[in-house]
């Protein structure tokens, strides 16, 4: 298990500015109100001085998947989708247990005595730095852990997303559990993160990954947060390969 | 003029312009304008905005827009007024639902509440059942919003209802958030489902009618 605390440069602050206008609902080259500029301007600085990034890892190998989960010796993670990607991973595989978090400094002013437009651009800062971090975070984490190794990693799927109900975080804070105080996270009984702004999440590494999301198998066509087309030759060459073996 | 200063008000809140509203208001008010006129000109400007959110105009800019209108209704005191209007007397309950931190989208929706002269209560995030039922009973509501943005939160929401309408059977149960849609809120037992900011007035007023 090991605690990465990644640093915000610039490349990720021009990434975040554009993320944030995006979240909020500006489309490319659509400048934002002069007013809304402004607050976005200062709430880049606030959420950069008060974000205090760390990101969370350990890895487990897998010891079954099926088409439905994948079975780790601390639990199994069960969503069809991830199985399927993993199954369809060629070598030795192993799952990646991730949590990041910004600390829970960006939302003192995202309460409801703020004027609301302020509120909205504190919380799309604070979300997209979540993501940002825990991108970078993991990117740091691969160079030592995977790239070294010439192992491949998917990207990662979290709880409550795609077909992956949101009480398998139980499983991540159970392995990451020696941790969580170490980076400030904890987790409720209806599996809500504190501080709020927190992501966790699996990954599949082995020695080749076909594909970095499991988006392929999913027919959900309005998904907003599709990567790939869904392709449903990738279910048929799952049921060849498990005929074959 | 006052055809003039009426659509200068308009324009103020889609141009999202405190400065222009604040002239056109104080304008409208040395004219003796109607107040209900006034009102009445300050949310056409909201209502031609809240229908572009989905197209064009991005949230942030709309919720300016909001806030012109609060200062302005604010201002003269319309806010309280125009509760003798055409939504008189009608008291909300809106909140977040249990263990749920998610309270931006609730905020949303309770100002735009406001801006149509419902008289709201908002209880806040987390909050637990039997105080929405309470709440409900004390205030004498006719509606009650609930907010829930997570899959494991949202499941409070069937008993809440099944306890509001037990004991208060005129109320009117709206809900809304991220995992929802309208066959969920059906199966839940709501009156109404707000998918967004863009529908939540339409689908309230749907919900009371007949109250």
Redesign the interface.
């Known amino acids: 298990m090991i605690v990465i605390e990644p640093k915000i440069d610039g490349y990720l602050e021009t990434q975040l500015r554009e993320n944030v206008?995006r979240r909020?609902?500006?489309k490319d080259n659509?400048k934002?109100?002069p007013?809304?500029a402004e607050?976005l301007h200062e709430a880049l600085i606030v959420g950069k001085e008060r974000a205090k990034p760390k990101g969370l890892f350990g890895v487990l190998p897998v010891q079954e998947v099926t088409k439905k989960a994948v079975v780790t010796t601390a639990g199994v993670v069960r969503s069809s989708y991830f199985a399927r990607l993993a199954l369809l991973c060629e070598g030795t595989k192993s799952i990646l247990f991730e949590i990041a978090t910004v600390g829970n400094e960006l939302q003192k002013d995202?309460g409801?005595e703020v004027?609301?437009?302020r509120?909205?651009?504190m919380?799309a800062v604070a979300s997209e730095l979540t993501e940002i971090i825990a991108d970078a975070a993991e990117a740091e984490w691969k160079k030592y852990y995977v790239d070294k190794s010439g192992l491949s990693i998917s990207m990662r799927s979290s709880p409550?997303y795609c077909d992956m109900?949101?009480?398998q975080q139980n499983i991540i804070f159970n392995v990451l559990s020696a941790g969580v105080a170490q980076i400030g996270v904890s987790l409720?009984?209806?599996?809500?993160m504190?501080p709020?702004k927190s992501i966790s999440g699996f990954a599949v590494i082995a020695n080749k990954v076909p594909f970095p999301v499991p988006c392929v198998f999913c027919p959900k066509n309005s998904c907003p947060d599709r990567r790939l087309p869904f392709n449903p030759l990738w279910d048929t060459s799952i049921a060849i390969s498990n005929a074959s073996t | 003029m006052q055809d003039s200063n009426l659509e200068t008000l308009e324009l103020s809140v889609v141009r999202?312009d405190t400065d222009l509203m604040r002239r056109a208001l104080d304008n409208a008010l040395g004219e003796n304008i109607q107040r209900s006129d006034i009102r009445s000109a300050l949310l056409r400007g909201l209502e031609h905005v809240r229908h572009q959110?989905m197209s064009e105009?991005?949230?942030?800019?709309f919720?300016?827009c909001?806030?012109v209108v609060t200062e302005g209704l604010n201002r003269t005191k319309l806010s309280e007024e125009k509760r003798t209007g055409k939504n008189a007397e009608i008291v909300m309950v809106i909140g977040v639902v249990e263990?749920?931190?998610?309270?931006?989208g609730k905020?949303?929706i309770a100002?735009i509440y406001r801006s149509e002269g419902y008289k709201v209560i908002?209880l806040?995030n987390g909050v637990p059942n039997k105080d929405f039922v309470e709440s409900v009973i004390t205030n004498k509501a006719k509606i009650l919003a609930l907010s829930a943005m997570?899959?494991?939160?949202m499941i409070a929401m069937p008993e809440i209802i099944r306890e509001v309408k037990s004991k208060s059977p005129h109320t009117r149960v709206m809900v809304g958030g991220a995992c929802l849609d309208r066959s969920l809120a059906e199966s839940y037992g709501a009156d109404g489902y707000a998918e967004s900011a863009v529908t939540v007035l339409e689908e309230t007023e749907a919900a009371l009618q007949g109250f």
Do not use: W
């Open positions: 206008l909020l609902g500006y659509q934002p109100d007013k809304i607050m995202c409801p004027p609301l437009y509120q909205a651009i919380d409550g109900s949101l009480d409720n009984s209806n599996f809500v504190t709020s | 999202r959110v105009v991005p949230l942030p800019e919720l300016l909001l806030d263990s749920d931190p998610h309270d931006l905020n949303m100002a908002d806040g997570m899959s494991t939160t």
